[in-house]
């Protein structure tokens, strides 16, 4: 069987790499890990920025702003919501008032009814 080849192709990388930096700080290994530091450092904050640039992310002025817009949005249909959550609890009480109104008027009625033909029974006009 044969052996996957990418181990020794990603440590001759590694090893060509370290050389190079070794190189770049004049054999000081201090050096030459800080400046791969600060290399790894700036390539990560490019990718970044090119990665969000790249999904439609902008700049911090940008995404506050749509996040200000969100707000003002939100803020707009809670109030709307608000008003017309106000408007149905006021339509219904409305029309549950009047609904205990007619029910009222016909239990009147009705006892007026009544209370004659109890009279009536004892001698009262009817």
Request: aromatic fraction near 8%; proline fraction near 2%; charged fraction near 35%.
């Amino acid at each position: 069987m044969s052996k996957s080849r990418m181990p020794v192709y990603l440590g001759l990388a590694a090893a060509g790499a370290g050389g190079y930096y070794l190189y770049r700080a004049g054999g000081d290994p201090k050096r030459a890990t800080r400046k791969f530091e600060d290399d790894a450092s700036r390539a990560g904050s490019k990718i970044r920025d090119e990665s969000n640039k790249a999904l439609g992310h902008g700049s911090a002025e940008q995404v506050g702003a749509s996040i200000d817009h969100a707000d003002e949005r939100a803020t707009k249909f809670a109030k709307v919501e608000a008003e017309k959550l106000n408007k149905a609890r006021k339509d219904v009480a409305k029309d549950i008032n009047e609904k205990i109104d007619t029910f009222d008027k016909s239990v009147e009625h009705k006892a007026a009814e009544a209370q004659k033909g109890i009279s009536s029974w004892f001698g009262g006009k009817k």
